[in-house]
């Protein structure tokens, strides 16, 4: 059982036993999803081309893909949405109900025909409309990322990722499975977006060659980053470009990424006592 929190936007969060930490940024998990995922991913230029595919990293309690249904039935511009949404925890689908039991996802609830989504793993399909013309398959799968990242081959428009934070859990936030996602991206659309402004992880999106904007702060938290593929993407103009004290920050011993192997095996251990190491020979 999943202890529910409710945090400052009325919306709820759970608390992990496992990290110490809440799903969720305190301020508000709705919030959250919105400003740091939903905004800035620039839907409406993706939706315009008819299709949007999205991998919700870490779906949990499904913010991220359920305020992204609803900004898409807002704008209502017809195409064909395929979200993939990993977990590796079944457990915490239980929450999905009472998630979507806010009020903010009333209209969007009146599409998903009395409890689309279930507590399991599975594949869901509705329409976002009743022209049936926005329509969206959304699989909710039970995998590790790492292991998704090295076997998946789509061409996806936006990675949301969503991880606890890089100092719980670092094999989640290593360059080497940034790389990955810059391959799974598409050249002109793809974005990645995340919550955490850690130095470690700009930097380390960086060096596998993405663009790096910082995104709105929510609550006390500095904003979440947008990561693109292409240098003159438009989403840009939705995010800020990093001022000069959060670059310097990248060039201290925080800036140093997390790393894995090459087929993302590296143990937590590994990865934590491998950067330990090169903050050691920092100078
Ligand atoms: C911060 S929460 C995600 C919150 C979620 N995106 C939302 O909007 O509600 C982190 C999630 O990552 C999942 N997780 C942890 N390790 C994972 C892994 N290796 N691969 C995929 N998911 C993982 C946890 O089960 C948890 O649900």
């Given at each position: 059982m999943h202890k529910r929190v409710v945090t400052g936007d009325e919306?709820?969060?759970?608390?992990?036993?496992?990290?110490?930490?809440?799903?969720?940024?305190?301020?508000?998990?709705?919030?959250?999803?919105?400003?740091?995922?939903?905004?800035?991913?620039?839907?409406?230029?993706?939706?315009?081309?008819?299709?949007?595919?999205?991998?919700?990293?870490?779906?949990?309690?499904?913010?991220?893909?359920?305020?992204?249904?609803?900004?898409?039935?807002?704008?209502?511009?017809?195409c064909e949405v395929n979200i993939l949404g990993l977990d590796i925890d079944e457990a915490i689908l239980s929450v999905l109900d009472d998630v979507l039991a806010d009020k903010r996802f009333a209209e969007l609830r009146t599409f998903m025909n009395d409890g689309v989504f279930k507590s399991e793993f599975g594949v869901y399909e509705f329409a976002l409309d009743e022209a049936g013309k926005i329509r969206i398959r959304v699989e909710v799968k039970q995998q590790d990322i790492r292991e998704a990242a090295m076997t998946l081959e789509q061409d996806f428009d936006l990675v949301f990722h969503d991880g606890f934070s890089p100092y719980k859990v670092p094999e989640l936030w290593?360059?080497?499975?940034?790389?990955?996602?810059?391959?799974?991206?598409?050249?002109r659309k793809g974005a990645l977006l995340t919550y955490s402004a850690a130095p470690a992880v700009r930097a380390g999106l960086r060096l596998a060659g993405f663009n790096v904007f910082a995104t709105t702060a929510v609550g006390s938290k500095?904003?979440?980053?947008?990561?693109?593929i292409s240098a003159e993407d438009e989403r840009k103009g939705n995010a800020a470009l990093l001022t000069d004290e959060q670059e310097e920050r990248l060039k201290t011993r925080s800036g140093i990424p997390y790393r894995d192997n090459e087929t993302l095996t590296a143990t937590r251990e590994q990865v934590m006592s491998l950067r330990e190491r090169e903050q050691q020979h920092w100078q």
């Open positions: 919306s709820i969060t759970c608390f992990n036993d496992e990290t110490g930490e809440l799903y969720h940024n305190q301020a508000g998990a709705f919030t959250e999803a919105l400003k740091n995922y939903v905004e800035p991913a620039g839907l409406a230029a993706i939706a315009k081309t008819g299709s949007i595919t999205v991998m919700d990293v870490c779906f949990g309690l499904g913010y991220n893909t359920f305020v992204l249904l609803d900004e898409l039935r807002k704008l209502g511009i017809a290593t360059v080497d499975l940034f790389k990955r996602y810059h391959k799974l991206l598409d050249a500095h904003g979440g980053t947008l990561a693109t």
